[in-house]
């Protein structure tokens, strides 16, 4: 069955360029919007702090592992919202995708598309990149379209070659799923006649704390527990410092110290080729349709090559072509494609083929990046578009059907918050909700149970990796416990233990949310020597690359200590052991970094790695190391003696 493009009849032509979030108050109009912006988020904050924290003391408190939990209005956080609101307008506008009246009659409109074709490597892979066929002239209502995407454009007829319309249109071809619905419904029957072989949605947030959650995407947060039950699992914390270790752990389930070991080149390594036991081939085995959508199409990083549904050439399009920056905002990434967010379009994508692939179970694996990769106040943003997608599945019976996670890799790595005790923590426990069909519970009660009972508990990475293993091979409906590497984590649907540390699920310690920290002066001699101990250890690193300058140290910007815990106290060690957490300053560039230093008998050692908490930029550009870029500031931009 073919996909149609509708050509524009009397409702006028679709706007198809204009910016997705405005700024264009005068400043009197935006100095009133910030006090009164600021008052409406400290009212709906205010409504939040009993829904997400509950008053506790505690996220989780377990023999194993104990985190503290903070108010959504902490100090630590309000003291940053200060003249936040002046920096962009409060108004979030998305404007639509049609106009009642665009001013130009049909007839005076020339309208062509061009098909997206993806490139293939020399071994047959599409890659990230993608061409634009001929240009086809669009004449009849309904055009026939058997391509992923296209790029249409409009011009008026009038001698004026300035587009008037200018869009990528996405589409879902039901061929690419017919054999497996066929295979299915011969093995099955209908869709209804199988519940527990169920659809799997995984909805990714880059740089999106629980905390953060709860703060700004309010009413995604309280529609999801409200309504749709969600599982929120509080204690859920990250494995690697950035998006890559904590994606390899969940998708591939491997650390990356033994990704990065394997025998596939580093071609392979970029973009998980066939040879990877990535989670999507799970659910492939079992007859699955798999899709998968992400909003920064130029990463290598995440490339499937072997799934029905990619979205990745036509993105790559809308990258070239309709993409745009807001200026003086500090995007890396494009948050507009057109007239619509970036994410938008991955929650629309999701959407459609979850419509298409109905009759099929399928798991799809989204990424969005581009709004909340860089600011943390701009989750905010997302809020509406992310319920609405809750709220259309629920009303449309897709999740009747389907398991969601909602996930992060990490929270905000950079900015103010960052460099205290409240950013510490978020950093390293990104959101993580999981929501069920509202049957499932009633068909099986233990794993349920087991489930709720973990979201007070130390979770990982590693788990919701083998999570995702129960879901394609419905092992959790025989609670069957399936032998995995140690340290690896286990199944959420089997309780997990209330003595796990962060060491039973290669969670590293400079990243372990169970650490309890005091503050400590910042004149104690041993913070200092800690501090220069940490520039110390970088520079005997940095010497490694020449074309990076020697650290200096400059300052101790905060220090926190925790003593005697098994994790800071060696087994064998009988003298005490403190732990010290410290962000410190050093040049040039006044670059922050957080560091963890163990301090024994006398002798210092910094644990884990050495973390930068301020941006970077093209200060590194100059080394090409995933590690020492963090810190490296490159010779050639010393200035000039």
């Known amino acids: 069955m073919p996909t149609w493009l509708t050509h524009f009849g009397s409702a006028g032509l679709p706007l198809g360029y204009s910016a997705s979030l405005t700024r264009s108050r005068s400043v009197r109009e935006r100095k009133h919007t910030s006090a009164t912006s600021l008052t409406r988020l400290l009212k709906r904050y205010q409504t939040l702090s009993s829904e997400g924290n509950d008053g506790d003391s505690y996220l989780i408190n377990t023999p194993g592992c104990a985190i503290q939990n903070f108010d959504v209005l902490s100090p630590e956080f309000t003291k940053f919202l200060k003249g936040y609101p002046k920096r962009w307008s409060d108004a979030v506008h998305v404007p639509g995708t049609s106009v009642p009246n665009y001013g130009l009659a049909p007839s005076s409109v020339e309208c062509s598309y061009r098909k997206v074709i993806p490139r293939t490597d020399k071994e047959g892979f599409r890659n990230v990149r993608s061409t634009l066929g001929d240009p086809v002239l669009i004449t009849a209502p309904e055009t026939r379209i058997d391509e992923d995407g296209i790029l249409v454009t409009c011009f008026e007829n009038a001698g004026n070659r300035t587009p008037v ?149 036509a993105f790559a399009v809308s990258q070239r072509h309709i993409a745009h920056f807001i200026p003086n905002m500090g995007f890396s990434y494009a948050p507009c494609q057109g007239s619509k967010m970036s994410a938008s379009v991955i929650y629309d994508y999701a959407l459609d083929v979850a419509r298409s692939v109905k009759d099929v179970p399928y798991f799809g694996f989204y990424w969005t990046c581009a709004i909340t990769h860089d600011m943390l106040m701009m989750t905010r943003v997302i809020d509406q578009p992310v319920k609405t997608l809750l709220k259309t599945l629920k009303e449309e019976g897709i999740l009747n059907h389907t398991v969601l996670f909602l996930v992060s890799d990490h929270g905000a ?27 499932f519970k009633s068909l099986y009660p233990k794993p349920w149970r087991n489930l709720v009972t973990n979201t007070r508990r130390l979770v990982s990475n590693f788990d919701f990796h083998e999570t995702l293993h129960d879901l394609a091979s419905r092992d959790y409906i025989l609670n069957k416990v399936k032998p995995v590497e140690a340290n690896h984590g286990q199944s959420l649907f089997r309780e997990v233990p209330e003595t796990r540390t962060c060491a039973d699920v290669s969670i590293p310690l400079h990243l372990c949310a169970c650490e309890n920290y005091d503050d400590v002066s910042l004149d104690d001699p041993l913070v200092e020597a800690a501090a220069k101990f940490t520039v110390d250890y970088l520079n005997e690193g940095l010497a490694k690359f020449p074309d990076c300058v020697q650290l200096h140290f400059d300052k101790v910007l905060s220090a926190r200590a925790s003593s005697g815990n098994n994790g800071t106290r060696p087994s064998a060690a009988k003298q005490l052991v403190t732990a010290f957490l410290l962000v410190l300053q050093t040049q040039p560039a006044s670059a922050t970094l957080e560091s963890l230093v163990r301090s024994a008998g006398g002798e210092l050692q910094v644990v884990g790695e050495v973390q930068r908490t301020n941006r970077y930029g093209n200060q590194s550009h100059c080394i090409d190391n995933d590690i020492f870029r963090q810190y490296c500031f490159c010779r050639d931009q010393l200035p000039e003696e």
Do not use: C
């Not at 394997?262 to 699955?288: C, L, Q």
């Open 413 to 439: 790595r950079y900015g103010k918050l960052r460099n205290t005790y409240l950013g510490n923590l978020e950093v390293n426990l990104p959101a993580f909700m999981a929501i069920f069909p509202p049957w």
């Open 165 to 313: 319309y200018l869009n990528v249109h996405y589409f879902v071809q039901p061929q690419k799923a017919q054999e497996k619905a066929e295979d299915f419904k011969r093995q099955y029957g209908d869709r209804s006649a199988q519940p527990d072989k169920l659809s799997v949605m995984v909805v990714g947030i880059d740089s999106l704390s629980r905390f953060n959650m709860i703060r700004h995407m309010t009413e995604t947060y309280r529609y999801a527990m409200q309504e749709l039950e969600a599982l929120d699992f509080r204690g859920y914390n990250k494995q690697g410092a950035n998006t890559r270790p904590n994606t390899i752990a969940f998708l591939l389930g491997m650390t990356r110290d033994k990704f990065d070991a394997t025998e596939f080149g580093p071609e392979d390594r970029g973009g998980f080729r066939s040879e990877f036991p990535v989670i999507w081939k799970d659910f492939a085995n079992e007859g699955y349709v798999t899709a998968y959508g992400d909003d920064v199409a130029g990463s290598q990083f995440f490339n499937p090559h072997d799934v029905e549904y990619f979205q990745r050439g």
